[in-house]
Protein backbone atom coordinates (compact mmCIF):
# COMPACT_ATOMS: atom_id res chain seq x y z
CA UNK A 1 0.00 0.00 0.00
CA UNK A 2 1.66 3.52 -0.91
CA UNK A 3 0.31 6.54 1.50
CA UNK A 4 0.32 9.70 -0.71
CA UNK A 5 0.30 12.94 1.69
CA UNK A 6 -1.14 16.07 -0.36
CA UNK A 7 -1.84 19.67 0.63
CA UNK A 8 -5.25 19.90 0.10
CA UNK A 9 -7.93 17.95 -2.07
CA UNK A 10 -7.49 19.87 -5.13
CA UNK A 11 -3.61 18.73 -4.95
CA UNK A 12 -5.21 15.20 -4.74
CA UNK A 13 -7.27 15.30 -7.37
CA UNK A 14 -4.40 16.35 -9.72
CA UNK A 15 -2.66 13.78 -8.87
CA UNK A 16 -5.28 11.14 -8.90
CA UNK A 17 -6.28 12.25 -12.29
CA UNK A 18 -2.79 12.45 -13.85
CA UNK A 19 -2.59 8.44 -12.76
CA UNK A 20 -5.91 7.95 -14.80
CA UNK A 21 -4.77 10.00 -17.50
CA UNK A 22 -1.61 7.96 -17.34
CA UNK A 23 -3.36 4.93 -17.62
CA UNK A 24 -5.81 6.07 -20.24
CA UNK A 25 -2.71 6.79 -22.49
CA UNK A 26 -1.60 3.25 -22.08
CA UNK A 27 -5.08 1.85 -22.59
CA UNK A 28 -7.43 3.93 -24.16
CA UNK A 29 -10.31 1.86 -23.45
CA UNK A 30 -9.75 1.29 -19.43
CA UNK A 31 -12.39 0.50 -17.53
CA UNK A 32 -12.55 3.17 -14.80
CA UNK A 33 -14.42 2.16 -11.77
CA UNK A 34 -15.95 5.64 -9.88
CA UNK A 35 -17.30 7.04 -6.88
CA UNK A 36 -19.59 9.42 -5.42
CA UNK A 37 -20.03 11.47 -2.92
CA UNK A 38 -18.20 15.36 -2.64
CA UNK A 39 -14.56 13.73 -1.77
CA UNK A 40 -14.19 12.49 -5.38
CA UNK A 41 -15.04 15.59 -6.88
CA UNK A 42 -11.83 17.46 -7.31
CA UNK A 43 -10.65 14.24 -9.68
CA UNK A 44 -13.62 14.75 -12.03
CA UNK A 45 -12.98 18.06 -12.71
CA UNK A 46 -9.40 17.67 -13.04
CA UNK A 47 -9.91 15.40 -15.79
CA UNK A 48 -12.76 17.26 -17.25
CA UNK A 49 -10.27 19.86 -17.47
CA UNK A 50 -8.01 17.74 -19.15
CA UNK A 51 -10.66 17.00 -21.68
CA UNK A 52 -11.94 20.56 -22.56
CA UNK A 53 -7.96 21.70 -22.82
CA UNK A 54 -7.41 18.56 -25.46
CA UNK A 55 -4.45 17.13 -23.11
CA UNK A 56 -6.73 14.19 -22.86
CA UNK A 57 -8.77 11.67 -24.95
CA UNK A 58 -11.45 9.71 -22.88
CA UNK A 59 -13.71 8.57 -26.07
CA UNK A 60 -13.13 5.12 -25.69
CA UNK A 61 -13.13 4.98 -21.80
CA UNK A 62 -15.48 2.87 -19.97
CA UNK A 63 -16.82 3.51 -16.54
CA UNK A 64 -18.89 1.55 -13.88
CA UNK A 65 -20.55 1.68 -10.85
CA UNK A 66 -19.13 0.86 -6.90
CA UNK A 67 -22.93 1.01 -5.64
CA UNK A 68 -26.74 2.08 -5.79
CA UNK A 69 -29.18 2.91 -4.14
CA UNK A 70 -31.99 0.24 -3.58
CA UNK A 71 -35.60 1.95 -4.36
CA UNK A 72 -35.19 5.17 -5.70
CA UNK A 73 -37.34 5.32 -8.84
CA UNK A 74 -35.22 5.41 -12.35
CA UNK A 75 -34.07 9.14 -13.13
CA UNK A 76 -34.23 10.22 -9.63
CA UNK A 77 -31.53 13.10 -9.45
CA UNK A 78 -29.68 11.77 -6.50
CA UNK A 79 -29.22 7.93 -7.59
CA UNK A 80 -25.87 7.07 -8.03
CA UNK A 81 -26.56 6.76 -12.06
CA UNK A 82 -28.20 10.14 -12.02
CA UNK A 83 -24.78 11.56 -10.67
CA UNK A 84 -22.49 9.78 -12.30
CA UNK A 85 -23.61 10.55 -15.49
CA UNK A 86 -23.87 14.35 -14.58
CA UNK A 87 -20.45 14.60 -12.35
CA UNK A 88 -18.13 12.10 -14.48
CA UNK A 89 -19.84 10.68 -17.59
CA UNK A 90 -21.17 14.18 -19.29
CA UNK A 91 -18.15 16.06 -18.06
CA UNK A 92 -15.88 13.94 -20.05
CA UNK A 93 -17.57 13.86 -22.80
CA UNK A 94 -19.04 10.05 -22.81
CA UNK A 95 -22.32 8.69 -23.82
CA UNK A 96 -24.39 6.63 -21.64
CA UNK A 97 -23.41 3.61 -23.94
CA UNK A 98 -19.93 3.76 -22.02
CA UNK A 99 -21.22 3.25 -18.38
CA UNK A 100 -22.17 0.44 -16.64
CA UNK A 101 -24.15 -0.07 -13.14
CA UNK A 102 -26.09 -2.05 -11.12
CA UNK A 103 -29.75 -1.73 -11.26
CA UNK A 104 -31.30 -0.49 -7.96
CA UNK A 105 -34.96 -1.17 -9.11
CA UNK A 106 -34.85 -4.63 -10.42
CA UNK A 107 -37.71 -6.71 -9.51
CA UNK A 108 -34.89 -9.45 -8.42
CA UNK A 109 -32.10 -7.21 -6.52
CA UNK A 110 -30.40 -10.29 -5.78
CA UNK A 111 -30.39 -11.34 -9.31
CA UNK A 112 -28.99 -8.02 -9.94
CA UNK A 113 -26.15 -8.17 -7.83
CA UNK A 114 -25.41 -11.26 -9.43
CA UNK A 115 -25.56 -10.18 -12.96
CA UNK A 116 -23.21 -7.24 -11.97
CA UNK A 117 -20.59 -8.94 -10.77
CA UNK A 118 -20.83 -11.29 -13.85
CA UNK A 119 -20.96 -7.90 -16.11
CA UNK A 120 -17.28 -6.45 -14.60
CA UNK A 121 -15.59 -9.89 -14.85
CA UNK A 122 -17.29 -10.11 -18.94
CA UNK A 123 -16.01 -6.41 -19.61
CA UNK A 124 -12.45 -7.16 -19.17
CA UNK A 125 -11.80 -6.28 -14.76
CA UNK A 126 -11.60 -2.89 -13.26
CA UNK A 127 -8.78 -0.74 -14.31
CA UNK A 128 -8.64 1.00 -11.70
CA UNK A 129 -11.21 1.82 -8.86
CA UNK A 130 -11.79 5.22 -7.12
CA UNK A 131 -12.92 4.86 -3.63
CA UNK A 132 -13.78 6.98 -0.60
CA UNK A 133 -13.91 6.35 3.03
CA UNK A 134 -16.49 6.64 5.11
CA UNK A 135 -16.56 7.78 8.78
CA UNK A 136 -16.57 4.21 10.26
CA UNK A 137 -14.13 3.14 7.62
CA UNK A 138 -16.41 1.51 4.92
CA UNK A 139 -15.29 1.52 1.48
CA UNK A 140 -18.42 1.87 -1.23
CA UNK A 141 -21.30 0.40 1.01
CA UNK A 142 -19.41 -2.11 2.66
CA UNK A 143 -20.58 -1.35 6.70
CA UNK A 144 -18.31 -2.58 9.42
CA UNK A 145 -18.48 -6.65 9.90
CA UNK A 146 -18.72 -6.86 6.27
CA UNK A 147 -17.03 -10.13 4.92
CA UNK A 148 -13.92 -9.34 3.42
CA UNK A 149 -14.85 -11.80 0.84
CA UNK A 150 -18.14 -10.33 -0.04
CA UNK A 151 -19.34 -9.89 -3.70
CA UNK A 152 -22.23 -7.58 -5.22
CA UNK A 153 -24.96 -7.62 -2.74
CA UNK A 154 -27.65 -6.24 -1.18
CA UNK A 155 -26.65 -4.01 2.42
CA UNK A 156 -28.61 -2.26 4.99
CA UNK A 157 -26.87 1.25 5.59
CA UNK A 158 -26.32 2.11 8.85
CA UNK A 159 -27.85 5.15 11.04
CA UNK A 160 -24.77 6.90 10.55
CA UNK A 161 -23.59 6.34 6.85
CA UNK A 162 -27.97 7.81 6.02
CA UNK A 163 -26.71 10.98 8.06
CA UNK A 164 -23.75 11.48 6.31
CA UNK A 165 -25.70 11.13 3.08
CA UNK A 166 -28.73 12.92 4.28
CA UNK A 167 -26.86 16.63 2.98
CA UNK A 168 -27.67 15.22 -0.48
CA UNK A 169 -31.54 14.72 0.14
CA UNK A 170 -34.13 17.08 1.57
CA UNK A 171 -34.42 14.95 4.90
CA UNK A 172 -32.80 12.29 6.33
CA UNK A 173 -36.19 10.06 5.67
CA UNK A 174 -35.78 10.06 1.83
CA UNK A 175 -32.58 8.87 2.43
CA UNK A 176 -33.30 4.63 1.81
CA UNK A 177 -32.02 2.21 4.21
CA UNK A 178 -30.89 -0.57 1.08
CA UNK A 179 -27.88 -0.29 -1.54
CA UNK A 180 -26.45 -2.33 -3.92
CA UNK A 181 -22.37 -2.25 -3.59
CA UNK A 182 -19.52 -4.12 -4.57
CA UNK A 183 -18.39 -6.52 -2.37
CA UNK A 184 -14.66 -5.87 -0.63
CA UNK A 185 -14.19 -9.40 -2.66
CA UNK A 186 -14.83 -7.83 -6.01
CA UNK A 187 -13.51 -4.47 -5.31
CA UNK A 188 -10.27 -6.43 -4.51
CA UNK A 189 -10.19 -7.73 -8.20
CA UNK A 190 -9.89 -3.99 -9.45
CA UNK A 191 -6.28 -4.12 -11.01
CA UNK A 192 -5.18 -0.90 -9.13
CA UNK A 193 -7.43 0.88 -6.01
CA UNK A 194 -7.28 4.20 -5.48
CA UNK A 195 -8.81 5.95 -2.09
CA UNK A 196 -8.82 9.76 -1.97
CA UNK A 197 -9.84 10.66 1.52
CA UNK A 198 -10.06 14.75 2.75
CA UNK A 199 -11.11 16.13 6.13
CA UNK A 200 -9.84 15.83 9.58
CA UNK A 201 -13.44 14.23 10.10
CA UNK A 202 -11.61 11.12 8.25
CA UNK A 203 -8.61 11.06 10.12
CA UNK A 204 -9.23 8.02 12.43
CA UNK A 205 -10.71 6.09 9.74
CA UNK A 206 -7.63 6.19 7.81
CA UNK A 207 -5.33 5.73 10.45
CA UNK A 208 -6.98 2.06 11.29
CA UNK A 209 -7.34 1.32 7.65
CA UNK A 210 -3.49 2.11 6.89
CA UNK A 211 -1.94 1.67 10.18
CA UNK A 212 -3.93 -1.19 12.22
CA UNK A 213 -5.03 -4.59 11.57
CA UNK A 214 -7.07 -5.88 8.68
CA UNK A 215 -9.94 -6.05 9.80
CA UNK A 216 -13.70 -6.28 9.17
CA UNK A 217 -14.85 -3.64 11.41
CA UNK A 218 -12.51 -1.18 9.37
CA UNK A 219 -13.69 -2.64 5.94
CA UNK A 220 -11.20 -0.30 4.54
CA UNK A 221 -8.10 -1.92 6.04
CA UNK A 222 -8.49 -4.78 3.74
CA UNK A 223 -7.00 -2.50 1.01
CA UNK A 224 -3.53 -3.89 3.01
CA UNK A 225 -4.15 -7.23 1.03
CA UNK A 226 -4.30 -5.50 -2.64
CA UNK A 227 -0.89 -5.44 -4.46
CA UNK A 228 -1.69 -1.80 -5.73
CA UNK A 229 -3.69 0.29 -3.36
CA UNK A 230 -2.74 3.86 -2.59
CA UNK A 231 -3.99 6.06 -0.34
CA UNK A 232 -4.14 9.83 -0.78
CA UNK A 233 -4.69 11.82 1.62
CA UNK A 234 -4.74 15.54 2.57
CA UNK A 235 -2.86 17.15 6.03
CA UNK A 236 -6.10 16.72 7.66
CA UNK A 237 -6.61 13.36 6.67
CA UNK A 238 -3.23 12.49 7.37
CA UNK A 239 -3.14 14.13 10.95
CA UNK A 240 -3.40 10.78 13.34
CA UNK A 241 -0.79 9.05 11.27
CA UNK A 242 2.17 7.86 13.14
CA UNK A 243 4.02 6.82 10.24
CA UNK A 244 3.00 10.00 8.18
CA UNK A 245 6.59 11.50 8.18
CA UNK A 246 7.83 7.51 6.39
CA UNK A 247 4.97 8.20 4.43
CA UNK A 248 6.21 11.73 3.25
CA UNK A 249 10.09 10.24 2.62
CA UNK A 250 8.78 7.36 0.93
CA UNK A 251 6.84 9.27 -1.70
CA UNK A 252 9.66 11.70 -2.35
CA UNK A 253 12.15 9.46 -2.81
CA UNK A 254 9.99 7.17 -5.60
CA UNK A 255 11.41 6.27 -8.39
CA UNK A 256 10.71 8.58 -11.70
CA UNK A 257 8.95 5.37 -13.64
CA UNK A 258 6.94 4.13 -10.68
CA UNK A 259 3.88 4.86 -11.50
CA UNK A 260 1.37 5.91 -8.38
Given at each position: MEIVIVPDAAAGGELIAASIADLLTRKPDALLGVA???????IYEALAARVSGG???????????????VGLPTGHPESYRSVVLREVVEPLGLTESSFMGPDGAAEDIAAACTDYDRALAEAGGVDLQLLGIGTDGHIGF???CSSL???TRI?????????????????L???????IT???GTILEARHLVLLATGEAKAEAVALTVEGPVSAVVPASALQLHPHATVVVDEAAASGLK???????????KPSWQLL
Open positions: TGSTPLPSLDTSRARICQLDEYNEPASRKTLTRQTRVDNARFFDSDQVPHHVQGILADYFRATYAA
